[in-house]
């Protein structure tokens, strides 16, 4: 009868293997009931079983009633730690409604004016400039008197003045960078320099109390005004595209002799005349000129032996430009709707 035991435990491994497979592909508490109602109910499998003990030698029966008791017990808990990992699932997934919108992400960007000094600074490396850096602190003997803007010179009145204390100011413009390199470097000098100034500017449409300069410095023997139009015209058509021309106006800077002011063909109306252009079909960039002797004798160059030109550019009406963008406030009011347009 050994052989009758052993072939009933054989049974019972049989529909413990199926039971356990049956009841890891349930997806739901209903599939768990139909198990349970299928292995465990009055008649259902298990119990079926236990009409194998009638066939065996009493010697055997108690092994087979032990593996029954010891299979119920597993069926049982085995329903329960399914039915508890159903729930749990359940709830997790409660948490994730796959039916609301996702998250936005916002990955930091440059700011857009960053992206255009990129572009400028881009461009003139192209071309050989270096590029330089000055204080946005500066004492009156770079932002003015090296510059050939004595005290009391009324180009003064044009920088609204932001004073500290002890002779310091706020750089109104970038050209204190031309004296500081010119006294650091000899010529040949092929420079640029990006940067912050200050005025005491009420802010506008068009004008802030804080604002980014690129300036530019070239010294060298030979160098013309024709030299200074070429480099304006490169520029201006890897910024804006190859329709763009340039003309320059005459002017005064104490700094620069002779001076000029510059503009770009309109790029809204393409020099047709529109609003942005007040009709002229111009629009005004900065200004430029042939370095002033008396610039190159204050930082120790031989005016007889050297020339050079320079040039200032605004860097907000040129991400105006090419944005198309009407109010400089814009930039400095942090709105998200308006810097994740760029
Ligand atoms: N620094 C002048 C300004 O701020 C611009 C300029 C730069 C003019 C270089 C001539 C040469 O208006």
């Known amino acids: 009868m050994a052989s009758d035991g052993n072939a009933a435990i054989d049974e019972l491994q049989v529909l413990r293997t199926q039971f356990l497979s049956e009841l890891k592909d349930c997806r739901d ?9 299928k292995y465990l109910s009055k008649k259902g499998l298990l119990p079926g079983k236990f009409a194998l003990l009638g066939k065996l030698s009493p010697e055997e029966r108690p092994k087979l009633g032990q593996e029954l008791n010891r299979l119920k017990t597993l069926f049982q808990t085995s329903l329960k730690e399914k ?3 159903i729930e749990f699932q359940k709830a997790r997934a409660s948490k994730i409604d796959i039916t609301l919108p996702g998250d936005r992400d916002y990955p930091g960007k440059k700011h857009p004016l960053l ?24 004492s009156d003997y770079y932002n003015f008197e090296a510059l050939n803007i004595p005290k009391d010179h009324p180009a003064r009145d044009m920088h609204d003045t932001f004073y500290l204390p002890g002779g310091y100011l706020l750089r109104t413009h970038t050209s204190p960078v031309q ?18 100034c200050f005025r005491k500017d009420t802010p506008d449409a068009s004008h802030s109390p804080f604002f980014y300069q690129v300036e530019g410095l070239a010294v060298d023997q030979n ?3 024709a ?13 804006f595209g190859r329709d763009v021309n340039i003309r320059f106006r005459p002017s005064f800077f104490p700094f620069t002799e002779p001076s000029a002011e510059y503009d770009f063909t309109c790029v809204i109306c393409g020099g047709k005349g529109c609003r942005t252009c007040k009709g002229t079909g111009w629009l005004e960039i900065s200004g430029a000129g042939m370095v002033d002797p008396e610039v190159f004798k204050a930082v120790g160059y031989d005016p007889e032996r050297y020339t050079g030109y320079a040039f200032g550019m605004g860097v907000e009406r040129l991400a105006m430009l090419k944005y198309q ?4 406030r814009l930039f400095y009011e942090n709105d998200l709707r308006f810097l994740e347009q760029f």
């Open 29 to 37: 508490e209903k599939c768990i009931e139909a198990v349970r109602i």
């Open 227 to 239: 030299d200074l139009k070429g480099v304006i015209a490169v520029f201006a058509r890897k910024m």
């Open 115 to 138: 992206q255009v000094l990129d572009d400028i600074k881009k461009i003139f490396s192209e071309m050989g400039f270096s590029i330089e850096e000055g204080p946005e602190v500066e």
């Open 223 to 225: 160098i013309s005004f």
């Open 325 to 328: 963008i009407d109010d400089i």
């Open 179 to 196: 004296i500081r390199v010119m006294e650091q470097q000899k010529p040949p000098i092929r420079m640029i320099a990006p940067g912050r």
């Open 83 to 85: 039915l508890k990992q």
